[in-house]
């Protein structure tokens, strides 16, 4: 059984910082992608960023330059180091993994709010 618990989410200030991260835990065998999402209020899904296996990683083009995505193997997480935030970054974050145990599939974390006040 997989579980993904995030961290690290709260109240800002516009132009202040967060780090989010997000630990897997329990039978892995290896991860491949991880990324974060978000969701804004009354909004869909969207992809905020994402990084290989490789350290290949990519950013919707509203983040580009303000935040960073990091993987430990070591340990399982990914991280989302958001600087210069805006109001319009306000939402719920979600991590994602592609994890192999005896099968591979997705699995999402519960989810960590962060609000941006201008």
């Known amino acids: 059984q997989v579980q993904l618990v995030e961290s690290g989410g709260g109240l800002v200030q516009a132009g202040g910082s967060l780090r989010l991260s997000c630990a897997a835990s329990?039978?892995?065998?290896?991860?491949?992608?991880m990324g974060w999402y978000r969701q804004p209020p009354g909004k869909q899904r969207e992809l905020v960023a994402g990084i290989t296996s490789g350290g290949s990683t990519n950013y919707a083009d509203s983040v580009k330059g303000r935040f960073t995505i990091s993987r430990d193997n070591a340990k399982n997480t990914v991280y989302l180091q958001m600087n210069s935030l805006k109001p319009e970054d306000t939402a719920v974050y979600y991590c994602k993994m592609s994890i192999s145990t005896w099968s591979r599939r997705d699995y999402w974390g519960q989810g960590t709010q962060v609000t941006v006040s201008s």
């Open positions: 329990g039978s892995i065998f290896s991860i491949n992608a």
